[in-house]
């Protein structure tokens, strides 16, 4: 039995959940054209997945007496779209841009919490003009005493280097400017004391999370300079570039207990000792811990991994058939998801967080999760899996433009339920979105006097209802080209709002100004 202070959390956090991917209901929702490019018996044949025990059913099916009318109606068997696919680019961009990369080594003391770290960056300036200094996001450093920087050197040969450190930034000045297009290595020492707190960086019931936690470039724009942010009370604030990463991690006392995910691909040099890596990527993150259990599976050349505990097995191995069938939707609606790995991570952190190549979510759902396909487990958990192609894919300044992350993923949502299971469409509209309302901008920043549940009901659930009326207007096809082409044409950049739009303008010919002015006027 959980204790009353565990039923609490699970319940708070369920309600804070349900504000997550929610929306206003300050219109009736407008009926969209059926959506189905997989119809949901060709997903399950097209996956390796054995039939999950309980096969996630959804057992809510609202009654037309409680379904509020502004729900759009859904069939019991949607006509396939006919949606021509766009066609993909016949050389990656990416692929041929050199980019940065990170090598970084790691000595991790597991029990006393703390890492050595030797970093190199060979950093390449594609940002089009001469850099007379570079810039890192150093977020553990806002932080007392976890970040203790050793030493730091510029070249291969060592070089005395000027360098600021202040307040999560660490600012170095170059003894010569650096011209565009050219690269320099940087690299130093430093020691991690990883706190106790149940955060995507910190240690939480012996789960020991490493995100956000090195030194980090941050995208730069000729017009605007570092793409950098403070914190603010909701949201997140870090912007990521791409780049390439080797992790070279040893785990002292040769620990072979511990059970590691990872944003990339592990190998397994010797006890304790593993390489990760993964390329075109925005962050690179690790997990540690002696209780997590995983459940593997392969699928259009994508291993995904799901990590739980022993008494949320069900919970983990339902989320991973889930993740299976997300990546198989998105993979047809957006494009290939571009890495070799996904893993999904239990966590006791609240609701979810999303990083590149892997996504924790909220320990509480795995507890609360009854085997349905209605269930903020699954919502969740596709929500984040959707961030690999609207945050991994395409990236976006998060403090000043979040819904261009966080509508998009929220909207997926309801794209895997249409797909997946559209019998349960209707809960997602009255759970997960009527019973919220916003009549605020979305396209407000993180440090728009929002609280929690105001800033999600805003950027996330008025999101998705704005790109639901856009659907709504121009037609399913238009809008699913506009997505997949957006997705093509911002591969590996930091796309803003204006160029989501300029896309969009591409296949319609629609004037969009009144929805504009609709949603985004404050």
Known sequence: MMKLAQISRTIIGLLLLGVVACG?????????EPLIILAPTDVVKATTVPASPTPLPATVTPTPESSPTSVPTVTSEPAVASV???????????????????HIAVTLDYEQRTAEIVQTVDYVNLTGRRLDDILFVVEPHRLSDVFVLHWLQVGEVAEAADYLLDNGRLQVTLSRPLPATESIQITFAYTLRIPEQPRPFGVSGGQLNLGDWYPMIPPYRPDQGWIVA??????????????????????????TDLELAASGAISSMAEGQYRISAKQARNMTLVLSPDLLVERETVAGVEVASYFLASEQEAGRDALYATVDALLIYNDLFGPYPHDTLSVVSANLVDGREFDGLVFV???LYTAYRGQANSYLIAITVHEVAHQWWYGAVGNDQAAEPWLDEALATYSELLFYETRYPEVVLWWWETRVERFSSDRSVGNSIYGRFDFNSYVSTVYLRGAKFLHELRAQIGTEAFLTTLKLYRQEHQGEVATAEQFFATLQTYTEQDLSTLRRKYFTE
């Open 24 to 32: 206003s209901a300050e219109t009736a929702v407008p009926t969209v």
């Open 362 to 364: 909220d320990r509480d």
């Open 84 to 102: 021509t696919p766009q066609p993909e680019p016949t050389t990656d961009p990416i692929a041929e841009t050199k980019l940065s990369r990170y």
């Open 230 to 255: 403070e914190p603010a009370n909701v949201g997140e604030h870090v912007s990521y570039d791409t780049a390439d990463f080797l992790v070279d991690l040893s785990v002292l006392g040769g620990r």
